[in-house]
């Protein structure tokens, strides 16, 4: 299957959290909520789109690391179907309401309010080639 690259801009939703593999690999994983506005005649309308966002080897150590609740990141990824249908996975709510989630693996994630790491991705945070900040 080819997946497109996918860009998302939001905030994220909980602290990231972090797992090792049964092989060794850590993955680490945190949800990102998108907001999006429209008009509608004259209505306002407002409504988020919620995505897990999931990382890989050295760069889920430095997710681990700097991704927490109420931050703003920009991540790169790839969209992961449903292995059976294709779409969306499709769930049910504690309470019995029809949910979907879009699963993401990230290639790359920008901190965007961390002014300690903002200039840098977790990609070249893990690859050690973070940029000297000027000041």
């Given at each position: ?42 209505e306002k309308r ?67 309010s961390r002014p300690?790491?903002m200039a840098n ?15």
């Amino acid at each position: 299957m080819n997946n497109s690259q996918l860009w998302i801009s939001g905030h994220v939703g909980k602290d990231a959290e972090m797992r090792y593999t049964p092989a060794g690999q850590a993955v680490t994983n945190f949800s990102v909520a998108e907001s999006r506005e429209y008009t509608q005649g004259d209505e306002k309308r407002k409504y988020t789109v919620w995505y897990k966002i999931s990382v890989w080897g050295k760069m889920a150590e430095v997710c681990n690391q700097y991704v927490k609740k109420g931050m703003q990141v920009f991540v790169t990824g790839t969209i992961e179907p449903d292995k059976a249908t294709g779409n969306p996975r499709l769930w049910s709510t504690s309470d019995g309401k029809p949910a979907s989630s879009f699963e993401v693996t990230a290639s790359s994630v920008k901190f965007l309010s961390r002014p300690d790491v903002m200039a840098n991705t977790a990609q070249e945070l893990a690859n050690g080639t973070e940029e000297e900040i000027p000041f």
